[in-house]
């Protein structure tokens, strides 16, 4: 047996991948999300992740001596065909299952990977129930869940901004209601504020002046929204045509550079939830520059949670010794691994301990974390 070293940089941290001397077939990685459609900047990063990843490990000599092979599927963040594209990656024999990113795609398909035995890491899907039922015992994730962000959402609004009459909103979907049901029940419970206002709105309306006029009307002093950019970016719009001086705040679907782009000048004052900034771990400086010498650009939102999973799945099958299912997720339990996001490890319920949350304000078109 000898030892092969995955390089992240030409300074610093290397990943060891011991090589077994098998031959011919493949690992398979299998990797879902959305790669079209107004939710493309979300899967995108994490999908050129995985790829970064795989093309190193095996340039390097694989896993395991073999190849890494992936396998991609566009769920277009619906459930509904992410039960189709769940079907394709366990009938092509995917080992692991790096995705899904949207978290009513990821509920679709578990139980499609639960009764293949696939082992499944996502790198977004920040929904609490996926860990708290303990109905997914293959399930794990490199982010941390929505409670937490709502929890420092709702903490920042009345303890840093002072703020007590707040409107809370929602897209409707799994992801932006649980966010913002979680923000509400942590808001009344602090005894600090009054909720005005909680509704839902429609996503992909071309309007929300109406519901805009609602957050007048009820004196908001602060509009908490769970959801993804596209909403947000025409809500921030319709705020400031009104010329309300309501303080918007939101999750990390909203924390991505295409929010900024749309939404323009009408996103500054913005605060937003999202991972913390990483980019002093040298690892995180080093899977950042790989990206850029790549593809010329900055990487997006979840590239490092998506790296972080391509390596801690593929280290997982390395330690393992196998790609037996139970022997994957133990590992993954039990062993830690150097990602971009840390040095972590997954507790019982397989949420990665050592991830958190910021809170990030939109300056002058881009986002600053607060310290």
Do not use: W
């Not at 090589?19 to 077939?25: I, L, T």
């Not at 929204?225 to 010329?243: C, D, I, N, T, W």
Request: proline share 4%.
């Amino acid at each position: 047996m000898k030892k092969l070293s995955v390089l992240l940089s030409t300074s610093a941290f290397v990943l060891s991948l011991t090589v077994s001397g098998f031959a011919a077939d493949t690992i398979k990685l299998g990797v879902a999300g959305p790669h079209s459609g107004d939710l493309a900047p979300y899967g995108i990063p994490a999908m050129r992740a995985a790829q970064l990843v795989v093309k190193k490990v095996n340039a390097a000599g694989g896993v395991l001596g073999k190849q890494v092979e992936l396998l991609i599927q566009d769920d277009q963040c619906k459930a509904e065909i992410a039960t189709n594209a769940a079907t394709k990656l366990v009938t092509d024999g995917a080992d692991v299952i790096l995705g899904h990113i949207c978290p009513g795609p990821i509920k679709a398909a578990l139980g499609i990977y639960m009764d293949a035995k696939v082992p499944v890491m996502s790198p977004s899907a920040t929904d609490g129930s996926l860990t708290q039922s303990g109905d997914y015992p293959n399930f794990f994730r490199t982010i941390a869940s929505d409670d937490m962000q709502a929890k420092m959402a709702v903490d920042f609004t009345l303890n840093k901004l002072g703020l007590k009459k707040v409107a809370v909103l929602h897209d409707k979907g799994n992801y932006g209601r649980g966010f913002a049901e979680d923000a509400k029940q942590f808001l009344e419970e602090s005894g600090k504020a009054e909720v005005v206002l909680f509704e839902g709105i429609t996503p992909g309306a071309m309007d929300y002046s109406s519901i805009v006029q609602k957050v007048r009307r009820n004196k908001a002093e602060a509009l908490i929204f769970g959801g993804y950019h596209p909403e947000a970016s025409k809500l921030v719009a319709q705020m400031k045509r009104k010329r309300l001086k309501t303080i918007f705040i939101s999750d990390d679907g909203v924390k991505d550079d295409t929010f900024l782009k749309v939404a323009g000048d009408a996103a500054n004052g913005a605060y937003v939830t999202g991972p913390r900034d990483r980019s002093n771990n040298p690892l995180n400086a080093a899977a950042t520059a790989e990206f850029k010498a790549e593809y010329g650009a900055e990487p997006g939102a979840f590239f490092h949670e998506g790296y972080s999973a391509a390596l801690a799945l593929l280290n997982a099958i390395e330690k393992a010794g196998s790609t037996d299912y139970a022997a994957v997720t133990n590992t993954l339990r039990t062993q830690y691994v150097e990602t971009p996001v840390g040095k972590i490890k997954f507790d019982s319920k397989g949420d990665a301990e050592g991830v958190g949350f910021s809170v990030y304000k939109v300056e002058n078109g881009a986002f600053t974390e607060i310290k």
